[in-house]
């Protein structure tokens, strides 16, 4: 059983910064099979956006409304993926949901989610 744990989210001002990471253990995992992972975020009565996405070649991709602020990356020896974000703007406050996808056999799995919420 392979689960994703999410953590560093929280309170924090307008322009601030923040790193989320999502770290996955299990028996057997290994980073090496996960072929792209990301974070997804969501806020209440919006629909869930893709933030930002990591490939195994570390190819990254970002939602525009994040570019510039955000970056994502990978650690595989330690099973993590990272999103640092800064300049944090009140829009910025979701939901923030991690996920990992292996291609081979279609699996991907996600983060229980941790809140972010950008208030003075």
């Known amino acids: 059983q392979v689960q994703l744990v999410e953590s560093g989210g929280g309170l924090v001002q307008p322009g601030g910064s923040l790193r989320l990471s999502c770290e996955a253990s299990?028996?057997?995992?290994?980073?090496?099979?996960?072929?792209?992972a990301g974070w997804y975020r969501q806020a209440p009565g919006n629909e869930r956006e893709l933030v930002a996405t990591?490939?195994?070649?570390?190819?990254?991709n970002y939602a525009d409304s994040v570019k510039g602020r955000a970056t994502i990356s990978r650690d595989n020896a330690r099973n993590t993926v990272s999103l640092q974000m800064n300049s944090l703007e009140p829009e910025d406050t979701a939901v923030y949901y991690c996920?990992?996808?292996?291609?081979?056999?279609?699996?991907?799995?996600w983060g229980q989610g941790t809140q972010v919420t950008v208030s003075s």
């Open positions: 996920y990992y996808y292996r291609d081979y056999d279609q699996t991907t799995y």
């Open positions: 299990g028996t057997r995992f290994s980073m090496f099979s996960i072929d792209r």
């Open positions: 990591i490939t195994n070649g570390e190819r990254t």
